[in-house]
Protein backbone atom coordinates (compact mmCIF):
# COMPACT_ATOMS: atom_id res chain seq x y z
CA UNK A 1 0.00 0.00 0.00
CA UNK A 2 1.31 3.67 -0.88
CA UNK A 3 2.46 5.20 2.01
CA UNK A 4 3.73 8.98 3.16
CA UNK A 5 4.95 9.74 6.24
CA UNK A 6 6.03 13.08 7.94
CA UNK A 7 8.16 13.98 10.88
CA UNK A 8 7.80 15.42 13.21
CA UNK A 9 4.57 16.10 13.61
CA UNK A 10 5.04 19.76 15.29
CA UNK A 11 8.30 21.68 14.94
CA UNK A 12 9.54 24.38 17.24
CA UNK A 13 11.91 26.16 16.28
CA UNK A 14 13.44 29.93 17.65
CA UNK A 15 14.32 32.67 14.60
CA UNK A 16 17.44 31.77 13.25
CA UNK A 17 17.24 28.36 13.95
CA UNK A 18 18.04 25.85 10.70
CA UNK A 19 16.05 22.26 10.64
CA UNK A 20 15.14 19.91 8.54
CA UNK A 21 11.71 18.25 8.36
CA UNK A 22 11.23 14.58 6.60
CA UNK A 23 9.03 12.57 4.46
CA UNK A 24 9.01 9.41 3.77
CA UNK A 25 7.32 7.41 1.30
CA UNK A 26 6.68 3.82 0.59
CA UNK A 27 5.38 3.55 -3.05
CA UNK A 28 4.94 0.98 -6.33
CA UNK A 29 5.71 3.99 -8.63
CA UNK A 30 7.26 7.88 -7.60
CA UNK A 31 6.13 9.71 -10.58
CA UNK A 32 7.09 13.05 -8.58
CA UNK A 33 6.98 14.33 -4.81
CA UNK A 34 5.54 17.88 -3.50
CA UNK A 35 6.21 20.05 -1.22
CA UNK A 36 3.08 22.50 -0.39
CA UNK A 37 3.15 24.97 2.71
CA UNK A 38 -0.66 25.37 3.87
CA UNK A 39 -1.59 28.57 6.32
CA UNK A 40 -4.56 28.47 8.27
CA UNK A 41 -8.03 28.55 6.75
CA UNK A 42 -6.50 28.75 3.48
CA UNK A 43 -5.38 25.85 0.46
CA UNK A 44 -2.01 24.62 0.09
CA UNK A 45 0.49 26.60 -1.70
CA UNK A 46 3.02 24.97 -3.87
CA UNK A 47 6.85 25.17 -2.89
CA UNK A 48 8.68 22.47 -5.15
CA UNK A 49 8.00 19.14 -7.23
CA UNK A 50 11.50 16.99 -7.14
CA UNK A 51 11.77 13.81 -9.82
CA UNK A 52 14.51 11.66 -9.02
CA UNK A 53 16.51 10.93 -6.15
CA UNK A 54 19.79 13.03 -5.68
CA UNK A 55 17.85 15.80 -6.76
CA UNK A 56 17.56 19.52 -4.62
CA UNK A 57 15.65 22.41 -5.10
CA UNK A 58 15.60 25.75 -3.04
CA UNK A 59 13.61 28.65 -3.06
CA UNK A 60 14.62 31.26 -0.33
CA UNK A 61 14.72 29.90 2.99
CA UNK A 62 14.27 26.53 1.82
CA UNK A 63 15.85 23.57 0.24
CA UNK A 64 14.21 20.15 -0.84
CA UNK A 65 15.96 17.03 -1.37
CA UNK A 66 15.04 13.42 -2.70
CA UNK A 67 16.29 10.19 -2.15
CA UNK A 68 15.07 7.12 -3.00
CA UNK A 69 12.85 6.56 0.44
CA UNK A 70 12.75 10.17 1.20
CA UNK A 71 12.53 13.62 1.37
CA UNK A 72 13.64 16.72 3.22
CA UNK A 73 13.17 20.03 3.90
CA UNK A 74 15.67 21.80 4.93
CA UNK A 75 15.04 25.07 6.48
CA UNK A 76 17.80 28.22 6.96
CA UNK A 77 18.00 30.69 9.47
CA UNK A 78 13.98 30.63 9.23
CA UNK A 79 11.87 33.80 10.75
CA UNK A 80 8.75 33.93 12.02
CA UNK A 81 6.81 34.16 8.87
CA UNK A 82 8.08 31.06 7.54
CA UNK A 83 5.16 29.48 10.27
CA UNK A 84 2.77 27.24 8.71
CA UNK A 85 2.15 23.12 8.35
CA UNK A 86 4.36 21.90 5.84
CA UNK A 87 2.90 19.08 3.52
CA UNK A 88 4.34 16.40 1.41
CA UNK A 89 2.87 14.15 -1.54
CA UNK A 90 3.78 11.58 -3.49
CA UNK A 91 2.04 11.69 -7.27
CA UNK A 92 1.48 7.94 -8.48
CA UNK A 93 -0.10 6.38 -11.19
CA UNK A 94 0.60 7.21 -15.05
CA UNK A 95 -0.11 9.66 -17.81
CA UNK A 96 -2.32 12.32 -16.51
CA UNK A 97 -3.77 9.59 -14.57
CA UNK A 98 -2.99 8.86 -10.79
CA UNK A 99 -3.38 11.08 -7.34
CA UNK A 100 -1.66 12.60 -4.78
CA UNK A 101 -1.36 10.83 -1.36
CA UNK A 102 -0.45 13.19 1.50
CA UNK A 103 1.32 12.50 4.56
CA UNK A 104 0.07 13.60 7.83
CA UNK A 105 1.93 17.19 7.42
CA UNK A 106 4.37 19.55 9.92
CA UNK A 107 3.56 22.02 11.59
CA UNK A 108 6.33 24.64 12.13
CA UNK A 109 6.39 27.14 14.48
CA UNK A 110 8.94 29.79 14.30
CA UNK A 111 9.60 32.12 17.33
CA UNK A 112 10.74 35.90 17.01
CA UNK B 1 2.76 29.26 -10.22
CA UNK B 2 -0.51 28.95 -11.27
CA UNK B 3 -3.82 30.40 -9.69
CA UNK B 4 -6.76 28.51 -9.31
CA UNK B 5 -9.57 30.19 -7.97
CA UNK B 6 -12.35 29.02 -5.37
CA UNK B 7 -16.27 30.97 -5.10
CA UNK B 8 -17.72 31.23 -2.49
CA UNK B 9 -14.61 31.26 0.15
CA UNK B 10 -17.17 30.41 2.83
CA UNK B 11 -20.90 30.37 2.86
CA UNK B 12 -23.62 29.34 5.89
CA UNK B 13 -26.45 27.18 4.66
CA UNK B 14 -29.44 25.63 6.68
CA UNK B 15 -29.66 22.13 6.88
CA UNK B 16 -31.45 20.58 4.10
CA UNK B 17 -30.86 22.85 1.27
CA UNK B 18 -28.04 22.60 -1.13
CA UNK B 19 -24.84 24.22 -1.97
CA UNK B 20 -22.43 24.76 -5.12
CA UNK B 21 -18.63 25.51 -4.77
CA UNK B 22 -17.36 26.74 -7.92
CA UNK B 23 -13.66 26.16 -8.39
CA UNK B 24 -11.59 27.83 -11.85
CA UNK B 25 -8.09 27.37 -13.25
CA UNK B 26 -7.48 30.58 -13.94
CA UNK B 27 -3.67 30.57 -16.02
CA UNK B 28 -4.04 27.18 -17.46
CA UNK B 29 -6.17 24.49 -18.62
CA UNK B 30 -6.98 21.47 -16.38
CA UNK B 31 -8.26 18.12 -18.21
CA UNK B 32 -8.06 17.17 -14.35
CA UNK B 33 -9.21 18.58 -11.05
CA UNK B 34 -9.95 17.21 -7.99
CA UNK B 35 -12.13 17.91 -5.02
CA UNK B 36 -10.81 17.24 -1.11
CA UNK B 37 -12.09 17.85 2.35
CA UNK B 38 -10.20 18.71 5.65
CA UNK B 39 -10.97 18.30 8.84
CA UNK B 40 -9.26 20.86 11.61
CA UNK B 41 -5.98 19.62 12.22
CA UNK B 42 -5.80 16.54 9.49
CA UNK B 43 -4.54 16.49 6.50
CA UNK B 44 -6.51 17.07 2.95
CA UNK B 45 -8.57 13.82 2.37
CA UNK B 46 -9.37 13.13 -1.89
CA UNK B 47 -13.22 12.93 -2.34
CA UNK B 48 -12.77 12.99 -6.32
CA UNK B 49 -11.43 12.98 -8.89
CA UNK B 50 -12.99 15.53 -11.85
CA UNK B 51 -12.17 14.96 -15.86
CA UNK B 52 -13.55 17.39 -18.46
CA UNK B 53 -16.23 15.67 -20.23
CA UNK B 54 -16.99 12.49 -18.45
CA UNK B 55 -18.24 11.34 -14.85
CA UNK B 56 -16.36 12.11 -11.75
CA UNK B 57 -14.52 9.54 -10.23
CA UNK B 58 -15.25 8.98 -6.44
CA UNK B 59 -13.04 8.07 -3.52
CA UNK B 60 -14.15 4.80 -1.27
CA UNK B 61 -16.77 6.25 1.17
CA UNK B 62 -17.75 9.38 -0.18
CA UNK B 63 -21.74 9.63 -1.43
CA UNK B 64 -21.44 10.20 -5.13
CA UNK B 65 -25.38 11.66 -5.11
CA UNK B 66 -24.89 14.13 -2.08
CA UNK B 67 -21.60 15.70 -3.70
CA UNK B 68 -22.29 16.09 -7.18
CA UNK B 69 -19.18 16.94 -9.39
CA UNK B 70 -19.56 18.73 -12.96
CA UNK B 71 -16.47 19.64 -15.35
CA UNK B 72 -18.00 21.67 -17.92
CA UNK B 73 -15.14 22.66 -19.34
CA UNK B 74 -11.23 22.64 -19.34
CA UNK B 75 -11.18 25.21 -16.77
CA UNK B 76 -14.01 25.08 -14.24
CA UNK B 77 -15.34 22.29 -12.27
CA UNK B 78 -18.57 22.75 -9.68
CA UNK B 79 -18.90 20.56 -6.07
CA UNK B 80 -22.50 20.75 -5.03
CA UNK B 81 -23.29 19.63 -1.76
CA UNK B 82 -27.29 18.05 -1.77
CA UNK B 83 -29.15 18.24 1.35
CA UNK B 84 -26.96 19.33 3.20
CA UNK B 85 -26.30 18.34 6.71
CA UNK B 86 -24.31 19.32 10.04
CA UNK B 87 -21.90 16.90 9.26
CA UNK B 88 -21.09 17.90 5.98
CA UNK B 89 -19.86 21.17 7.27
CA UNK B 90 -16.05 21.63 6.59
CA UNK B 91 -13.31 22.79 4.57
CA UNK B 92 -13.28 21.91 1.25
CA UNK B 93 -10.43 22.47 -1.22
CA UNK B 94 -9.80 21.99 -5.22
CA UNK B 95 -7.09 21.43 -7.09
CA UNK B 96 -6.36 21.53 -10.90
CA UNK B 97 -3.45 19.39 -12.88
CA UNK B 98 -1.19 20.76 -15.99
CA UNK B 99 -2.42 18.12 -18.31
CA UNK B 100 1.23 17.72 -19.31
CA UNK B 101 4.32 17.04 -18.01
CA UNK B 102 5.49 18.34 -15.13
CA UNK B 103 1.71 17.51 -14.06
CA UNK B 104 2.05 19.90 -11.57
CA UNK B 105 -1.14 20.32 -9.23
CA UNK B 106 -1.98 23.90 -8.00
CA UNK B 107 -4.65 24.35 -5.31
CA UNK B 108 -7.16 26.69 -4.04
CA UNK B 109 -7.79 28.59 -1.47
CA UNK B 110 -10.73 26.75 -0.16
CA UNK B 111 -14.51 27.15 0.88
CA UNK B 112 -15.67 27.20 4.64
CA UNK B 113 -19.15 25.56 4.46
CA UNK B 114 -20.88 25.69 8.09
CA UNK B 115 -24.61 23.72 7.66
CA UNK B 116 -26.39 25.09 10.54
Not at chain 1, 87 to 97: F, H, K, P
Request: hydrophobic share 30%; aromatic share 10%.
Amino acid sequence: EDQVTQSPEALRLQEGESSSLNCSYTVSGLRGLFWYRQDPGKGPEFLFTLYSAGEEKEKERLKATLTKKESFLHITAPKPEDSATYLCAVLTGSGNTGKLIFGQGTTLQVKP
Amino acid sequence: GAVVSQHPSWVICKSGTSVKIECRSLDFQATTMFWYRQFPKQSLMLMATSNEGSKATYEQGVEKDKFLINHASLTLSTLTVTSAHPEDSSFYICSARGDFPPYEQYFGPGTRLTVT
